[in-house]
């Protein structure tokens, strides 16, 4: 694969979030955004069921053998949807998704500045710097 490829992979996933965030904000105003959120990690789940049914390598008896805390990512994901889709019914789908770009680039940034998680180590320096400083002035522009 090329690194084009896992670009271009990665700004789908972002496109996609956005459109998720959109249908489960419209989804919450109708059924309760707590309720939206169960719904949508159920669907979720059940597709990430058939797709791993059908094409999955790994193995799932894993589970009971890494550091417990590689378990949070489920929680994580329930605060990230839950938190996003009650700021879409209050403050929209731009201002919303561009907060949440920047809690995920200053938060990967102090990741990989400590290599926390095990995440590979970069420092931060002033590209990395510069960067967060025009993702906040974007914040406040779209605001």
Do not use: D
Request: hydrophobic share 60%.
């Amino acid at each position: 694969m090329t690194k084009l490829f896992i670009y271009a992979a990665a700004i789908i996933a972002g496109m996609s979030l956005s459109i998720e965030a959109a249908i489960g904000g419209a989804l919450g105003e109708r059924i309760g955004e707590l309720e939206s959120t169960y719904y949508i990690f159920i669907i979720g789940a059940m597709a990430t069921f058939l797709v791993t049914l059908f094409f999955g390598k790994g193995n799932l008896k894993q589970i009971f053998t890494v550091p417990r805390w590689n378990l949070t990512g489920g929680l994580l994901g329930v605060v990230y949807l839950g938190l996003l889709v009650i700021s879409v019914t209050l403050i929209g789908v731009g201002v919303s998704v561009t907060a949440v770009i920047v809690g995920q680039i200053v938060m990967s940034i102090i990741i990989e500045h400590f290599g926390l998680l095990g995440a590979q180590r970069i420092r931060l320096n002033a590209n990395r710097l510069i960067a967060v400083g025009l993702l906040a002035v974007s914040f406040i522009l779209i605001l």
